[in-house]
């Protein structure tokens, strides 16, 4: 069965720090491109960060310089560390497998159920 279970949300002050991780399992997670993407009340879910296969990473740019997503293939995890968090971060976080990169496929993307991060004094 195919699974991403996030974790590592929680309640944070403005400029803390939070890591999250997203374990998966029930696919070949080095072939796919693994993303984080927010939705925070009222708004749409927007992606964050983006690791692809190769190596190569994106993210908004409202985290550029803040965030970073890895991932450990041995592990089939995906991370995300968040520095400097501000109010504006928080969102419901989840992460999403697309197990066929540049391609359509049967159940191409798959999401975990999500992780709250709040920012908040």
């Known amino acids: 069965q195919v699974q991403l279970v996030e974790s590592g949300g929680g309640l944070v002050q403005p400029g803390g720090s939070l890591r999250l991780s997203c374990a998966t399992s029930g696919f070949t997670f080095s072939w796919a491109a693994m993303s984080w993407y927010r939705q925070a009340p009222g708004k749409e879910r927007e992606l964050v960060a983006l690791?692809?296969?190769?190596?190569?990473?994106i993210y908004v740019d409202s985290v550029k310089g803040r965030f970073t997503i890895s991932r450990d293939n041995a592990k089939n995890t995906v991370y995300l560390q968040m520095l400097s968090l501000k109010p504006e971060d928080t969102a419901v976080y989840y992460c999403?497998?697309?197990?066929?990169?540049?391609?359509?496929?049967?159940?191409?993307?798959?999401w975990g159920q999500g992780t709250q991060v709040t920012v908040s004094s």
């Open positions: 999403k497998a697309d197990r066929c990169p540049g391609l359509a496929c049967p159940n191409k993307n798959v």
């Open positions: 690791a692809t296969t190769g190596g190569s990473t």
